[in-house]
């Protein structure tokens, strides 16, 4: 059987370690691959390879290293279906939810593009007589990501393009349930011209990345992932002195307003629901109606769009499947375990998935969509994210109750509201205690030049992903203050200096 190893130098090389992990094609449950997870010395040597390359790469210039971006996006174009194929076969979700975040990461590789423009710095003329102050935005050294199973691309993508870009070499530590596509992208930045030893992956699990955490020539780590670990890698490596951004779990809420447009809703609510079987951070998996009237009615739209839902597998039907099976076995086991916790807790279950089985897949991890009425804000399907096509609708009698349960949610990754009323939409966006907001928008994700990231425990650390936040992430500050004082008359002065 195939064994995924690590990519290490500008090339994939088998690992030594003895501890391997089992990756499946959930739509089959077939056991494709073996990946390997890499040793202690292994992880150690990556981030040798890392820091060697590091003294070469952050001297090139900053047009040249958008140059490599430039080429790089080019053949992530050219080579998009196999790159789709190979999400879709160890991932599950569909073809073209695979090309869709192929494309999202591109779209920081576009970014990552106008650096030269991004590190100019800042310059002040005259802060004092002759005297000229500016900043430099150098690169931090070796940088580390870690990323999770339900985007094997596009969070990766997130991470590395900024940090070379930005004169970093990186070690990638991807998730262990789908690490083929991040080894074949390797590849592609190699093809791109990018130098060997700038970008390495490790493929591994908790032993790899407390190494990553450890090690002190690690100066940087971007994790995505679910929130006990996030706290876990932002408080170990913080604890070490390195800068952690975290990025956890989430809860999303979208609120329907008496005034909105139950059809619009409903088409938003399908693929912010069930699109990529539920399994995005962003995805909305509680819908807060505001009266009675409005949740009936979307409950109805709802079960007649549900009916007409595809479930199959992501590729190879003639026509392509809505959505997916989920990652693996175990999760979907969890996924059911929600459901039967909501039928328990007294949740109205108004579409049951479970025991879903499509033909010729019968092994394969598919859950269909799931809708429950009646949630409350005590459940476990309501407190706990799911990460599976589980739909809660919660009623509530007012858009004030709508929006206290959102606030007062632990998580606070995305939100959004349907409303054809601004003033609702003005007061939502100014007083919902989460990050990434939507008005008449369902997955409200930032495009790359702006930067993405929640509140409350869906993050950990002060700067978030890409855009400048990105930028400011992957650099160090220098300011510098300077004059030419040629034959001026000096004298000590002992009092702290202020500008003249
Ligand atoms: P996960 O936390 O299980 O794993 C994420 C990464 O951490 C993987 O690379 C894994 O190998 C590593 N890891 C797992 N356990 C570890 C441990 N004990 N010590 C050190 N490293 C460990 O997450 P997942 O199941 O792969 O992904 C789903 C989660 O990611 C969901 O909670 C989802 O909300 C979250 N997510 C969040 C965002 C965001 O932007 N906030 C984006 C995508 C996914």
Known sequence: MKIVGNYINGESVASASTRTAPVFNPATGEQTKLVSLATVSETEAAISIA???????SRVSPLNRARVMFRFKALLEQNIDQLAEMITLEHGKVLSDAKGELTRGMEVVEFACGIPHLLKGEHSLNVGRGV?????????GVCAGISPFNFPVMVPMWMFPIALACGNTFVMKPSEKDPSVIMRVAELLKEAGLPNGVFNIINGDKEAVDVLLNDSRVQAVSFVGS?????YIYATGSKNGKRVQALGGAKNHMIMMPDAEVDQVTSALMGAAFGSAGERCMAISVAVCVG?????????????????????????LAEEAHMGPLIS??????????????VEEGAKLVVDGRGF???????????????????????????????GPVLAVVRVGSYQEAIELINSHEYGNGTTIFTSDGDSARQFCEQVQVGMVGVNIPIPVPMAF?????WKRSVFGPLNMHGNDGVRFYTKMKTVTARWPKGQQTTNSFSMPTMK
């Open 357 to 387: 089985k499509v033909d010729k897949h019968e092994l394969g991890y598919f859950i269909g969509p799931t809708l429950f009425d009646d949630v409350k804000p005590g459940m476990r399907i309501y407190k706990e994210e799911i990460f």
């Open 292 to 316: 009675d009237e409005t949740a009936d009615r979307l409950i109805d739209k709802l079960q007649q769009e549900i009916a007409d839902m595809r479930v199959g597998p992501g590729s190879g």
């Open 450 to 454: 702006h930067s993405f990231g929640g």
């Open 227 to 231: 929130t006990p670990i996030a706290e």
């Open 132 to 140: 000229d102050s500016f900043s430099l935005m150098q690169p931090v």
């Open 51 to 57: 820091e060697q390359a590091f003294h070469e790469w």
């Open 329 to 342: 076995k175990v999760h979907a086991e969890k996924v059911t375990g929600y459901i039967n916790s909501g």
